[in-house]
């Protein structure tokens, strides 16, 4: 194809769809440190981008593409950070459902975070690498029996219940067998977070928690408190993810607390613990501006303090659970280019090696991603781009609008950054698709801590 087909000029202005980029930025080859975590991506001299000081080129020729390629100790660094601002009067819990893997799991353990899991498997995963079991917080809508069973007998730290027959359906399983089990109870607060409307959690009309409003928080309060097999040790809120504003959270944290003095008031009990849940946003393009942890810690701990004084109650022990803040800036997906297609006056259509397959969060909820070509610089100029999977589904676009180098051609890597949170642990076999390694870079050296899918493993499954 042509690349004079590309004049230079404000042709983009007719097509560019609103709220998108108004202009291409003013230079394609910089990488954004919002964007590009700290030691994520960096270009080296050649115009090749580096990760853990080691270019892509070389990581696609040893691992090949698509790959996921996750920085360690950027990873460690904002665990530490999380665990730092809170202190030692508070909890971090690591969502495992963004990611999880074993050496996750290690990380985790070693740099004092806690871990919030939502399945057997995420639970078996948590256990099989040595995280203490009461140091895990088993959630879900609907836990099975034998998820439960296995979570008390693990002696989990707590289980948070979801649901009336759940209350009881734990209460039985801990008494059974001679436990009593720490549970907390999820109450939906009533909170419209400004988030996509799949992935917002605390309006009423939605499957998660018992709702504050009309009093069956309240009542499931009332009946754990009456069973031998459960000891309710506080309430759990979760108002959605990928949310910027702290307010949800302090109205949440204020109407929480409103629920501890009705539980004070009605039983004479203050249950020690609150959880604030996770959702903390990440940049995912330069207009993404996320807060810090420590403005969140702070945040939080005030409004809590404040509330429980004017209650009158004891401030109780905070936990929160980040999953995306944590690990969505530590890696980013590699592809390889495979062809581009121009549509004169439209944009240009860049197809790479994955697609929905590894990144299903664009499809799902118009997630909006940035993307660079990566494994050279170039002086061409800017050209409106679809970056697009390679499966049987018009729907499957990786990064809806960007701008790339107009001579990006077969061959080109590209990565997506901020690929770390709810693509790996979202990825799918559709179109029999394998799904991508993970590979964790630290001190210049990379090692896959979750290996590519063969076609063995799609065999094993299909017996024929
Ligand atoms: C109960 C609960 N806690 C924590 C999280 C983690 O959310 P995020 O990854 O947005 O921090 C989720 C997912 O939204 C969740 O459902
Ligand atoms: N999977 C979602 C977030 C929901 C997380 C679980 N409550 C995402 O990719 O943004």
Same mark, same amino acid.
């Given at each position: 194809?042509?690349?004079?087909?590309?004049?230079?000029?404000?042709?983009?202005?007719?097509?560019?769809?609103?709220?998108?980029?108004?202009?291409?930025?003013?230079?394609?080859?910089?990488?954004?440190?919002?964007?590009?975590s700290r030691t994520v991506?960096?270009?080296?001299?050649?115009?090749? !981008?580096?990760v853990?000081?080691?270019?892509?080129?070389?990581?696609?020729?040893?691992?090949?593409?698509?790959?996921?390629f996750l920085d360690e100790d950027d990873f460690r660094a904002r665990?530490?950070?999380?665990?730092?601002?809170?202190?030692?009067?508070?909890?971090?819990?690591?969502?495992?459902?963004?990611f999880?893997?074993?050496?996750?799991?290690?990380?985790?353990?070693?740099?004092?975070?806690?871990?919030?899991?939502?399945?057997?498997?995420?639970?078996?995963?948590?256990?099989?690498?040595?995280?203490?079991?009461?140091?895990?917080?088993?959630?879900?809508?609907?836990?099975?029996?034998?998820?439960?069973? @296995?979570? #008390?007998?693990?002696? &989990? *730290?707590?289980?948070?219940?979801?649901?009336? +027959?759940?209350?009881?359906?734990?209460?039985?399983?801990?008494?059974?067998? %001679?436990?009593? +089990?720490?549970?907390?109870?999820?109450?939906?607060?009533?909170?419209?977070?400004?988030?996509?409307?799949?992935?917002?959690?605390?309006?009423?009309? +939605?499957?998660?928690?018992?709702?504050?409003?009309?009093? +069956?928080?309240?009542?499931?309060?009332?009946? =754990?408190?009456?069973?031998?097999?459960?000891?309710?040790?506080?309430?759990?809120?979760?108002?959605?993810?990928?949310?910027?504003?702290?307010?949800?959270?302090?109205?949440?944290?204020?109407?929480?607390?409103?629920?501890?003095?009705?539980?004070?008031?009605?039983?004479? /009990?203050?249950?020690?613990?609150?959880?604030?849940?996770?959702?903390?946003?990440?940049?995912?393009?330069?207009?993404?501006?996320?807060?810090?942890?420590?403005?969140?810690?702070?945040?939080?701990?005030?409004? #809590?303090?404040?509330?429980?004084?004017?209650? *009158?109650?004891? &401030?109780?022990?905070?936990?929160?659970?980040?999953?995306?803040?944590i690990v969505g800036p530590t890696a980013f997906?590699?592809?390889?280019? %495979?062809?581009?297609?121009?549509?004169?006056?439209?944009?240009?259509?860049?197809?790479?090696? %994955? %697609?929905?397959?590894?990144?299903?969060?664009?499809?799902?909820?118009? =997630?909006?991603?940035?993307?660079?070509? !990566?494994?050279?610089?170039?002086?061409?100029?800017?050209?409106?781009?679809?970056?697009?999977?390679?499966?049987?589904?018009?729907?499957?676009? &990786?990064?809806?609008?960007?701008?790339?180098?107009?001579?990006?051609?077969?061959?080109?890597?590209?990565?997506?950054?901020a690929t770390g949170a709810?693509?790996?642990?979202?990825?799918?076999?559709?179109?029999?698709?394998? @799904?991508?390694? /993970?590979?964790a870079v630290?001190?210049?050296?990379?090692? /896959?801590?979750?290996?590519?899918?063969?076609?063995?493993?799609?065999?094993?499954?299909? #017996?024929?």
């Open positions: 194809m042509s690349r004079s087909a590309h004049p230079a000029g404000p042709r983009y202005a007719d097509v560019l769809p609103e709220g998108h980029y108004t202009a291409p930025p003013a230079d394609l080859n910089a990488l954004d440190p919002r964007v590009w991506g960096r270009r080296a001299e050649d115009g090749v !981008v580096t853990g000081g080691i270019g892509v080129d070389r990581l696609a020729e040893e691992f090949g593409t698509p790959a996921y665990c530490r950070a999380w665990r730092d601002a809170f202190g030692t009067e508070a909890d971090v819990f690591y969502a495992g459902k963004a999880l893997s074993r050496a996750v799991v290690r990380w985790l353990h070693e740099e004092g975070l806690n871990l919030d899991v939502c399945s057997a498997g995420e639970l078996a995963t948590a256990l099989a690498a040595g995280m203490p079991a009461e140091r895990i917080a088993l959630h879900g809508n609907n836990k099975s029996p034998e998820e439960i069973t @296995r979570a #008390v007998e693990a002696g &989990v *730290g707590r289980i948070v219940l979801d649901s009336f +027959q759940e209350i009881v359906r734990v209460a039985h399983i801990a008494e059974r067998l %001679g436990k009593r +089990q720490r549970v907390q109870i999820r109450v939906t607060v009533g909170v419209e977070a400004h988030t996509h409307e799949f992935i917002a959690t605390a309006h009423e009309d +939605q499957k998660f928690g018992l709702a504050l409003v009309g009093g +069956q928080a309240a009542e499931a309060v009332r009946r =754990a408190l009456k069973l031998d097999g459960l000891e309710l040790i506080g309430i759990h809120s979760h108002i959605g993810s990928q949310i910027f504003d702290t307010s949800g959270f302090e109205v949440a944290a204020h109407r929480v607390v409103g629920l501890l003095k009705e539980i004070r008031d009605e039983h004479g /009990v203050e249950l020690p613990e609150i959880d604030l849940g996770g959702g903390l946003g990440i940049a995912y393009t330069s207009d993404d501006d996320p807060r810090e942890p420590h403005e969140i810690a702070r945040a939080l701990n005030d409004i #809590v303090t404040r509330e429980c004084a004017a209650a *009158g109650l004891a &401030v109780p022990r905070l936990s929160v659970e980040p999953g995306r803040a997906t590699l592809y390889e280019v %495979g062809t581009t297609k121009e549509l004169p006056g439209l944009r240009t259509y860049v197809s790479v090696d %994955g %697609g929905m397959s590894d990144n299903i969060r664009t499809a799902l909820y118009d =997630a909006e991603y940035s993307v660079a070509l !990566v494994s050279r610089t170039s002086t061409a100029e800017p050209m409106l781009s679809r970056v697009v999977g390679k499966h049987c589904e018009s729907g499957d676009i &990786v990064v809806r609008d960007a701008f790339l180098p107009a001579d990006v051609a077969p061959g080109d890597l590209l990565a997506v950054p709810y693509c790996r642990s979202m990825a799918s076999n559709y179109n029999h698709a394998l @799904r991508p390694p /993970v590979v630290k001190d210049g050296a990379a090692r /896959v801590i979750v290996r590519r899918e063969t076609e063995e493993d799609l065999f094993r499954l299909d #017996v024929g």
